[in-house]
């Protein structure tokens, strides 16, 4: 009896896997401005889900959950590539960037003003305007406040348009997210799960 309800998790866990990986994959690359980085969170999110699949499951909105698990994970990476620069930066006794003016006229790629966002702000505009979720859907994957995010995603916006100096700033997030590939860790996820298989625990 054990074997069938884990075949049938494996078989519901594979049906999620193929329906939001892309996604996640794209918000990864939105919030973290990296290809390689994106594969390999999406991968570590849905490996993190496969694992409290049961729970992850019965959840109300199981998808939300995926989101939420990707944004920590990518606030998490930028957090600690942020510190690595600093080692670095310290080591080689090296001025760091002023970034208070930055060259707003220099300014022509959505990725690069995406990063001078704070992350909350950046995470809110992604999810409001690149994957065109609700207020509630986005307060939902983040466990913010609906409150919050409308301040953070009107604020976000304005200085997107400042650096972009353009009014379609959420078309031109849309055009900035290709078709993630499928990298390494995915398939490598792809066997550890085992398409129709046993969990692995």
């Not at 590939?181 to 066997?191: F, Q, T």
């Amino acid at each position: 009896m054990g074997t069938v309800v884990d075949d049938a998790a494996s078989v519901e866990f594979h049906a999620f896997f193929e329906r939001h990986y892309a996604e996640l994959s794209r918000l990864a690359y939105l919030l973290t401005g990296e290809s390689d980085t994106a594969d390999d969170l999406a991968a570590d999110a849905l490996l993190a889900l496969w694992h409290r699949w049961d729970r992850v499951r019965a959840a109300d909105h199981p998808a939300a959950y995926a989101r939420g698990v990707v944004t920590n994970l990518a606030r998490t990476r930028i957090r600690s590539a942020v510190r690595e620069r600093r080692r670095i930066a310290l080591f080689w006794s090296q001025r760091e960037e002023n970034i208070e003016n930055p060259d707003v006229a220099g300014v022509v790629d959505v990725q690069e003003a995406l990063r001078r966002l704070p992350f909350r702000k950046r995470a809110c505009v992604v999810l409001r305007h690149a994957f065109d979720l609700s207020e509630k859907d986005t307060a939902l994957a983040l466990g913010v406040s609906v409150g919050t995010v409308k301040s953070q995603t009107s604020k976000g916006m304005a200085e997107l348009q400042r650096l972009l100096g353009t009014q379609g700033v959420p078309q031109r997030m849309h055009a900035a997210v290709g078709a993630p590939r499928c990298s390494p860790a995915v398939e490598g996820l792809r066997a550890r799960t085992g398409e129709g298989g046993g969990r692995d625990r």
